[in-house]
Nanobody, 116 residues
C-alpha cells in the first residue's frame, strides 16, 4: 500500500519556524517529484514547493526565501523547512508524490497554525 504520512505541524508564533516531514512508503521514492501544498479555510489548495527527482525546486512566490524543500532518498522522506512564519501561512499542509506514467498520491495533511 502507498502511504504518505506528514508530521511536524503545530502551533507556532509569528516569526517562528517549523519543519514538516513526509515519509513515503510503497513507491520508488527516488523517481517521484515530491511537493508540498497547503489549503486554508475557504481557499483553494495551492502549491507551496516541489522538488523533482533531479533536485530542481519550485516555490510559490509567497514563501520564496522563507521556506526550503529538501529530500532524503535514503529515508524516503521529503521535508519543508518553514522559517519566518506569518499568520497567512496558517493552513493544512499536504504532501504529494507524482511521477510520469504513475498514479499521484496525497498525504492526509498536517495542520500548521501561526498565531500569537
Amino acid at each position: 500500500q502507498v502511504q504518505l504520512v506528514e508530521s511536524g505541524g503545530g502551533l507556532v508564533q509569528p516569526g517562528g519556524s517549523l519543519r514538516l516531514s513526509c515519509a513515503a512508503s510503497g513507491i520508488i521514492f527516488s523517481i517521484y517529484t515530491m511537493g508540498w501544498y497547503r489549503q486554508a479555510p475557504g481557499k483553494q489548495r495551492e502549491l507551496v514547493a516541489h522538488i523533482t527527482s533531479g533536485g530542481n525546486t519550485v516555490y510559490a512566490g509567497s514563501v520564496k526565501g522563507r521556506f526550503t524543500i529538501s529530500r532524503d532518498n535514503a529515508k524516503n522522506t521529503v521535508y519543508l523547512q518553514m522559517n519566518s512564519l506569518k499568520p497567512e501561512d496558517t493552513a493544512v499542509y499536504y504532501c504529494k508524490a507524482a511521477a510520469r506514467g504513475r498514479d499521484n498520491y496525497w498525504g492526509q495533511g498536517t495542520q500548521v497554525t501561526v498565531s500569537s
